[in-house]
């Protein structure tokens, strides 16, 4: 039963074999993977062999098929060194030249067996036996044996003294691959050898049953057992190594005593050192820049084929294992073209007539020779100044506004602001500026970027330029004005200096009489032309004493003075009680409403009716006068309140057309507004909006 088993587990191991192999072809293109498919084919292709042996008809079979396991070994051991290169990342290591070699090795040493009929220097006599119908072999080997095993032995020991070298330094899942990586190498070499041992003292009966078979078997099922759990081929450590040996950055490895263990290809350029120069040495000896130098600070390094010195910025961190310390990884970042590019834009900035800063995490870090004049220091005593003392200086009817602006662009509210003030400089006037700051980026960490713009001389040109348009406009409201007024004069004059003329001419005292009342008619109206005219004056800069008023009580005084006067028969008021108290003054607002009132009588038909209602409006006191007038053309709307301007062309109606423009006037001056509607024949209506008096 024993052969028959042996049968069994050999052809179940070359099943495993075929399998990884098949595996190892669909993983060709991940690291490692075609030298997996290698190994495991050539493993398979020796335990395929071993099954033909067991199975041949004849001595001549069996003895063709026991030289071709000595391929299937040969090549299974050099395609093992190949896949622990590969696997570990390290590739380089074994040449293109170097693997020629070993595979002409493998290929010499198997011709050397296969040519064995010619010299018997493998089997000094070859002979096989039946155990259950299944052949093994009997026989002796010759002194090609050992030769061929020490060949064997050296590129399978390389490859597991590489694995184990890296694992070493592998963590976690990767260390687990290694472990059984390192058994499954040691499998075939380690049972190759004690056969070997065994068969030279003298043991025999090894020819017949050999283990070696079996350990492939065990291969097999070992490297399932990783690819399964532990996922080989999926995950493998040779980024690791890739990126210490590709990483841009120059990496120094130390350990406790500050010695050098380990440079990548970019530290080792630094110093111009080949591959294995400067370990041992001390790091302050071979980098004496890095010694005191602090965690990303930066120190400059001249290298050997460079004329310029380089800048780097240092990162430190220790190395521990099983937390207890081992060293300490030092990394050196490439920042000159950065600190070129700078120092670049610092000169540029310099010179630049903007004022240019940035601010992280509340301070100065960045201030140009323009920001420092604009507030009246030196750049660098702005350096570290908060955010807050920098706002200081702004003006303070100002600061509220630009207080603002920094809480919402701070907060993220806003992704910019831009906005004028003024800044109170030291012992200097204020200046105007213009600020437009930015939240950005600034040596990968968050900031904001501010720029101002010295605007003063603008202000001052458009304060000229708008006090040059206000005279303009003054000028034309003057000339405008004296021309109405002229207008307005000439009539009442025209008709003083005729009916003096005419007093002149009529000695009859009856006659006289008239002239004269008609005289003193004429002198009363222009004086009181010139009355409102002084008021009109008065109130474009009267600043009215105000108090709280009820509106309901302002209402009825007017109404009751112009009944008592005999003056609006015709007037009725409706009010609304009560209603919230106004700011204003008294004398003014009764003044304002009088007017509308008095215009409401003028162009009212005779007999018909003018009502006052006071009610709320919103959030206003709404005084409103209805008439029963003709009603306002629409193109006259915009004109009504214009000085001297009368809906009555041919002046036939009384009135000087002062008293709206009076009454919009007094209205503005306690913040309110008037609001006209109006329909042809149907009326008018005239609305007075005062904001409510709010206690303190």
């Known amino acids: 039963m024993v052969a028959p088993f042996y049968f069994i587990v050999v052809c179940a191991a070359a099943a495993i074999l075929i399998t990884l192999s098949l595996v190892g072809w669909t993983r060709r293109n991940v690291p490692a993977g075609m030298s997996f498919f290698l190994l495991m084919a050539s493993s398979a292709f020796y335990l395929l062999c071993n099954v033909g042996f067991m199975v041949s008809a ?8 026991a030289r071709l396991q000595v391929l299937g070994i040969n090549l299974a051991c050099v395609y093992l060194l190949l896949f622990c290169m590969a696997y570990s990342g390290r590739p380089q290591r074994l040449s ?5 070699f070993w595979l002409t090795v493998a290929v010499g040493t198997f011709l050397v067996v296969w040519t064995d009929p010619y010299h018997h220097w493998y089997f000094r006599a070859f002979d096989i036996t039946q155990m259950d119908g299944l052949t093994f072999r009997a026989g002796a080997y010759g002194w090609w044996l050992p030769v061929l095993i020490v060949v064997q032995f050296i590129p399978p020991l390389y490859g597991v003294a590489v694995l184990i070298a890296e694992y070493r330094a592998a963590q976690g899942v990767i260390r687990r691959q290694y472990a059984w990586l390192i058994f499954t190498a040691c499998l075939p070499p380690g049972i190759s050898a004690l056969i070997a041992v065994l068969r030279m003292v003298g043991v025999e009966s090894l020819s017949s049953i050999t283990p070696l078979p079996l350990a492939f078997g065990a291969v097999g099922l070992s490297t399932l057992r990783v690819i399964l759990r532990d996922q080989l081929l999926d995950l493998t450590p040779i980024a690791q190594v890739l990126i210490f040996d590709e990483i841009p950055e120059a990496i ?3 350990d406790l005593q500050g010695r050098i263990t380990q440079l990548n290809p970019v530290a080792r350029r630094l110093r111009g050192l080949k591959p294995g120069d400067g370990i041992g040495r001390l790091s302050r000896d071979l980098f004496a820049e890095l010694d005191g130098a602090a965690q990303g600070g930066v120190v400059t390094i001249r290298l050997p084929d460079e004329a310029r010195p380089r800048s780097y910025e240092c990162r430190y961190r220790d190395l521990k294992r099983k937390d207890a310390p081992v060293g300490r990884l030092t990394i050196l970042y490439d920042v000159t073209e950065r600190r070129r590019a700078e120092e670049a834009y610092r000169t540029v900035v310099d010179r630049s007539l903007q004022g240019f800063a940035i601010f992280q995490e509340g301070r100065a870090v960045f201030a140009n020779r323009m920001f420092g004049d604009l507030f009246g220091y030196e750049p660098g005593d702005i350096l570290d100044f908060s955010a807050e003392q920098i706002v200081r200086g702004v003006h303070p009817d ?20 831009r906005s004028e003030f003024r800044i109170m400089r030291r012992a200097l006037e204020p200046v105007w500026v213009e600020i437009q700051a930015a939240r950005t980026d600034y040596r990968g960490a968050p900031a904001v970027q501010i720029a101002l713009v010295d605007i003063t001389e603008q202000k001052k040109v458009r304060q000229r330029e708008l006090e040059a348009e206000l005279e303009r406009e003054r000028a034309e409201l003057v000339s405008s004005f004296v ?7 000439r009539t009442p004059l025209s008709i003083i200096n005729t009916q003096a003329y005419l007093l002149a001419l009529h000695a009859e005292e009856s006659v006289r009489k008239q002239r004269a009342a008609l005289i003193e008619s004429q002198v009363f109206r222009t004086s009181k032309l010139v009355d409102m005219m002084l008021k009109m004056v008065r109130l474009q800069r009267a600043s009215p004493t105000l108090a709280a008023l009820a509106p309901e009580a302002l209402v009825k005084d007017v109404c009751a003075s112009l009944f008592q006067g005999g003056l609006m028969p015709t007037l009725r008021c409706e009010i609304i009680e009560p209603l919230p108290r106004i700011l204003g003054d008294a004398d003014l607002l009764q003044e304002a409403l009088t007017a509308l009132i008095d215009n409401a009588r003028r162009y009212g038909p005779p007999g018909g009716s003018i009502v006052v209602r006071l009610c709320m409006a919103g959030e206003n006191v709404c005084i409103a006068v209805h008439d029963e007038g003709p009603g306002i053309a629409p193109d006259q709307m915009d004109k009504i309140f214009e000085t001297f301007w009368r809906g009555d062309t041919a002046h036939s109606t009384p009135g000087m057309g002062l008293g709206l423009p009076m009454a919009r006037r007094i209205v503005e001056l306690h913040k309110g507004s008037i609001r006209v509607e109006s329909a042809a024949e149907k009326g008018s209506i005239f609305r007075i909006l005062l904001p409510v008096h709010v206690e303190k």
């Not at 600061?399 to 662009?409: A, F």
């Not at 021309?483 to 004069?489: F, I």
């Open 483 to 489: 021309a109405s007024a002229a207008h307005e004069l």
């Open 58 to 65: 004849n001595r001549e079979t069996a003895y063709v098929f």
């Open 96 to 100: 293109p030249i170097s693997l020629a």
């Open 252 to 254: 120094i490895i130390t």
């Open 398 to 417: 100002d600061l509220p506004r630009v207080i603002d602006g920094q809480r919402r662009l701070l907060s993220g509210e806003i992704d910019a602001v």
